[in-house]
């Protein structure tokens, strides 16, 4: 890959044309991993196991006390917990648009919406903070989106085509 260079009288004419289809190449690449990085810590996020049935007999519910067991649904603020596995299984990302991904859930668990928004079971929300908005500096998420980034900057310095980037 190389850019297109012309020199005249006073200067020169530089088209980064060529260098600006590598990096958005790279930048959907890494949004495309980015976004896969984020559907999965929101499908581990409610993948815990909820409350189990109610216990049909007292020999059950002395098993259970015995193990120390305590399954319960989840609380406002935290993510909802598993019961049938069908949100989980729902969650995913599609491209809506350049640079543009939606990640949520899909019309066969529309009652993911209602638990996000209404009831306040932020499996979405906490799943990006907690990945994005790392506070250690790493993040799986950015390490996808930006790695992409990462290897044609050191392509094009390493050629010395783009020395200012």
């Known amino acids: 890959m190389s850019l ?10 530089i088209r980064w044309e060529p260098l600006v289809r590598q990096y958005e190449r790279a930048l959907e690449t890494g949004l495309r991993a980015g976004s896969a990085v984020y559907v999965g810590a929101v499908k581990r996020s409610i993948s815990r196991p909820g409350p189990r049935k109610s216990p049909r007999t007292k020999a059950e519910m002395r098993r259970i006390a015995a193990a120390g ?8 603020g935290e ?4 019961r049938t596995g069908n949100l989980r299984n729902s969650t995913t990302f599609q491209q809506v648009g350049q640079f543009m991904f939606h990640a949520g859930y899909a019309t066969t668990a529309p009652y993911g919406e209602i638990l996000e928004l209404r009831m306040d079971r932020q499996a979405l929300r906490m799943a990006f903070i907690r990945n994005w908005l790392s506070f250690g500096g790493h ?6 989106i930006l790695g992409p980034l990462r290897k044609v900057r050191a392509s094009t310095v390493k050629t010395g085509e783009a020395r200012a980037a």
């Not at 993510?79 to 598993?82: L, N, Q, S, V």
């Open 79 to 82: 993510p909802p917990r598993k």
């Open 4 to 13: 297109n260079l012309r020199t005249q009288r006073g200067g020169a004419i």
């Open 139 to 144: 993040s799986p998420m950015k390490d996808a």
């Open 69 to 76: 067991e305590t399954i319960r649904a989840s609380r406002p």
